[in-house]
């Protein structure tokens, strides 16, 4: 291995493992690394941003821009009423919201069918009392196997068919990937919904009414005159009361000193975490009181939760400079929270993607307010009449993916759709640019550099020559089930783009060792980096639902590895069948 190649595995090394932690943004890991990767001379200086003019990123921006308009056109929410009214089981219903999702995923990012189709699973839990942890994980894992059919459901699948143009001058077609993606995401769509009744069983049927699972707050709460907590210790909390103390606030001073010695007084401030059942319970019996709200009289004064986005703009904020709430009167009052750090006050708590915001304020300001932060609530409002037009942008798109199923390359037909939208008004590109998910396109854009120099310092080849003095890669089938099982075994942690940057000049130099055509081995990275099921931090679309189904950690394992396995049988079986 030369010096160059050992940089680069370790650079490659050390932003796959910060991509994994979580704790820094991946947009700054991922300039950090375009950057390192120029100084230790990886590329030059004119091949640094070449990234960001890639037809990759270009048709991702697209996809965004349009998922945009679909989103508000509502043509989905009057389905609630139809499945209502359709009269299917349970499970008919978990069966059909999901196939739904992934049929949308085929023809856009898996965050956009997801970010659709959530508002009607919430809806569905009100409507038919189905649990939300039964439809919540669902839909999540069929965006992701939806993504599977086609070149521009992930973009795993473009960036591999981008590797295999590079390589052979032709890339996929548009409906290549779905030889193997269909039958894996139909196979895939019935299991989740098999097992998930099994592993989230529906509340005792004695009740009158669906008990909504716990979800685990955080809040600042005073402590009334006469509350049952005077007099108790910090450590008594978590046994007597069911809360978790986190800080004591007296006299706007911190009590320190060990939990068995603080003693909670009348007038003290308690940030604590649990149940939100927990605090509601605290509440009505005046043991905690929140500050009063100053609109807390007016009609149209609600609660709604709403959770934070990949694209929202509060992601890294403080509650304290979350300006886009106090401006129009609206509180955070409570917060559910991925980052089990918590330290200071309440209003130092940093938000990331997948928190939950409990908002106070009127009805009007929390819709408004959220709009411009890009964070989705959670309330399953009553569907609102779809409107007259909306049909119109889903026909142009549709014209597009025919157009690319077609032959014309993808950038350029879904360009078209753009200005389609665009020119009648559906679009306004100005206001949808400042909206878009940047961090995953400046993510994307810095990686493809990187990965490029996988190929172009002779990393891959090094590789790939380690690998086949352990498994016999010149067995085409063997190769394709290594290159397969690496995928699937990265993309828990790091998402999907990266997994296909970092393994196709992998892949193609595996199927150049073994003179095999490419094709069948980049397909194998791209459904491998798309079966992502066992963890919440793999894929943005993992983390929501973790929020917003209050699921474990412990749920994604336990309802993720028979998806994984089958996925990964089918898809080796499949690509044996369709593409040796």
Known sequence: MTLEQAALLILLTAMLF???????????????????GYALGLYPSDGIFAGFASPVVITVVEILLIVQVLARTKLFDSLAERFVASGLSHFGVITGVSALT???????????????????????????????????????????????????????NLLVSDALENATGKGFRFFDFAYVGLPVAISGILLIALIVRQLFPEPDEAAETPVPPARRIVAERTIPEHSPLIGATLAQCAERFGIQPHALIRDRAFVFGPLEQSVIQSGDILLAQGADSVFADLAASQALVAEAHPHGLQPDFTSIEAVVMPESTVVGSRV?????????????????????RIEGRFADLQLSIGDILVLEG????????????????????APTPAAAASWRPFAIFACGVAASAFGLRPDIAL??????????????????????????????AAMIPIGQAVATTGMAETIATWLSLVFPIADPLWGIALVLFLAMALTPFVNNATVAIVLAPIAL?????????????????AAGASQDFLTPFGHHNNTLSMSIGSYRFGDFLRAGWPLTLAGYILTLVLIALFWL
């Open 18 to 36: 910060l991509f994994s932690l979580d704790r820094l943004r991946m947009e700054v890991i991922s300039i950090g690394g375009l950057l390192a």
């Open 102 to 156: 992934g049929f949308i995923s085929i023809f856009m990012n898996s965050i956009g069918a997801f970010a659709i189709t959530l508002p009607l699973a919430l809806r569905l839990n009100t409507l038919m009392a189905i649990p939300r942890r039964q439809l919540v994980m669902p839909i999540s894992f069929a965006a992701l196997l939806g993504g599977l059919v086609s070149l521009i459901g992930t973009p795993a």
């Open 320 to 340: 304290a400079s979350l300006e886009v709430f106090r401006n129009r009167g609206v509180t955070v009052s409570a917060l559910s929270m991925r980052s089990p």
């Open 362 to 381: 009127p009805k009007a300001a929390i819709a408004e307010a959220l709009e411009e932060c890009e964070c989705l609530p959670l309330a399953s409002a």
């Open 415 to 444: 360009a078209f759709v753009v200005l389609a939208l665009a020119l009648p008004g559906y679009l306004n590109i100005r206001q949808a640019m400042a909206d878009l998910n940047w961090p995953i396109i400046i993510m994307l």
């Open 509 to 525: 130099e595996f199927a150049r060792a073994g003179q095999h055509a490419p094709q069948a081995y980049l397909i194998a990275v």
